[in-house]
């Protein structure tokens, strides 16, 4: 039986897991230990300083620890996504690891490149959901089956904020500026897209702005996952706009890659 080919656009992939094979100890605070500490200390530990854990009308109906793990899957899925489009894209593009350059030698077209390396971050986000969403079921925060689709949500996420950084992060010159996008981005979006507090307790003008941002409709889509109380409708609006946001991040990587990667 003839083997079966691998499509162009997912041969990158072998780079980015022989390199990530060797590197995963540096990895395992933010994908695997983060999801248990996050969840014992906020969840469970603050979570019983607010009504003593009981459910609250203005969280739901649930209790604080069932209203926060959801949500901190996707903002994990979105840091991973940050993390490995920022220095990663950077890398791949310099001197130290010039693997870009490399792929280009190959019959690797630049689309290829792209895609390559958004595939291989979506599987990174959903790694990180994968094991967050074990983590939350054992911690009893888990309501519905429904719950198994956050591992689409978490990749869905992480390409939303993957696609449009990578097109940026491939023109710096220097780090400096990714510096900016962990504290003026993701930092903020972390705290005020409906992670830890709904967002109705937000100012009008602050409130408008997080139902603009892709992490409030990750947050949505999969609390409302976890508690099984998500319609059909919502579902879609949520994954649609989710969808949009990495289309277009897509399109606008693939036009500075070619810009870039030609000189």
Not at 15 to 32: E, L, N
Not at 63 to 74: D, G, K, M, R, T
Not at 192 to 216: E, V
Request: proline content about 5%; charged content about 10%; aromatic content about 12%.
């Amino acid at each position: 039986m003839a083997s079966m080919e691998i499509p162009m656009s997912l041969r990158p992939l072998h780079y980015f897991w022989t390199t990530f094979v060797r590197q995963w100890r540096s990895d395992i605070s933010t994908t695997f230990l983060t999801p248990v500490l996050y969840l014992a200390s906020i969840g469970l530990g603050l979570g019983h300083f607010i009504a003593h854990g009981r459910a609250l009308a203005s969280l739901g109906g649930e209790n604080y620890l069932s209203f926060v793990a959801p949500a901190l899957l996707v903002t994990t899925a979105m840091q991973v996504a940050v993390s490995r489009s920022t220095y990663d894209v950077y890398g791949c593009k310099n001197w130290w690891s010039g693997a870009y350059r490399s792929m280009l030698a190959t019959p690797l077209s630049v689309g290829n490149i792209v895609t390559g390396h958004l595939v291989w971050i979506a599987s990174r986000g959903l790694m990180a959901s994968a094991f967050y969403l074990a983590v939350s079921a054992a911690f009893g925060a888990v309501h519905s089956p429904a719950a198994a689709a956050d591992l689409l949500v978490g990749p869905a996420v992480a390409l939303a904020f993957a696609a449009p950084i990578i097109g940026y992060a491939v023109t710096v010159r220097h780090e400096q500026p990714f510096v900016m996008i962990f504290r003026l981005v993701m930092v903020p979006l972390f705290l005020f897209s409906g992670t830890f507090f709904p967002i109705s307790q937000l100012p009008a003008g602050l409130r408008s702005l997080a139902y603009a941002l892709p992490l409030w409709h990750g947050v949505e889509l999969s609390r409302g996952l976890y508690l099984g109380r998500l319609s059909s409708l919502a579902i879609l609006g949520h994954s649609a706009y989710l969808l949009g946001v990495a289309t277009i991040g897509v399109l606008a990587a693939r036009s500075t890659y070619r810009r870039t990667l030609a000189r």
